[in-house]
């Protein structure tokens, strides 16, 4: 049973940076993806970044340029660079292994002025 652990969460101001990294227990072989979703209060949770064990990325429209995925594979984690942060970023931030039901208990950012 793979189990996830998300942090780097934070209050930052509109155009700063922050990076949030998602830990596995456990070792993940085999193919995989790790998504990063979030959840905005009162919003459906979304897509914002995946990553796969071969280190393609996906990123949703409203990030891109903005975003980056990268992994840890000695490390079993994964990481959400984010800069340029804007208001509109503001959610709870969760990872998940794709196809599994494995989520992390995710990490707040605010991004306000």
């Known amino acids: 049973q793979i189990q996830l652990a998300e942090s780097g969460g934070g209050l930052v101001q509109p155009g700063e940076s922050l990076r949030l990294s998602c830990a596995a227990s456990?070792?993940?072989?085999?193919?995989?993806?790790m998504d990063w979703y979030r959840q905005a209060p009162g919003k459906e949770r979304g897509l914002v970044a995946g990553?796969?064990?071969?280190?393609?990325?996906l990123y949703a429209d409203s990030v891109k340029g903005r975003f980056t995925s990268s992994r840890d594979k000695v490390k079993n984690t994964v990481f959400l660079q984010m800069n340029s942060l804007k208001p509109e970023d503001t959610a709870h931030y969760y990872c998940?292994?794709?196809?599994?039901?494995?989520w992390g208990q995710g990490t707040q950012v605010t991004v306000s002025s």
């Open positions: 998940n292994l794709r196809g599994t039901n494995a």
């Open positions: 456990g070792s993940i072989v085999g193919a995989y993806v």
């Open positions: 990553i796969t064990h071969g280190g393609t990325t």
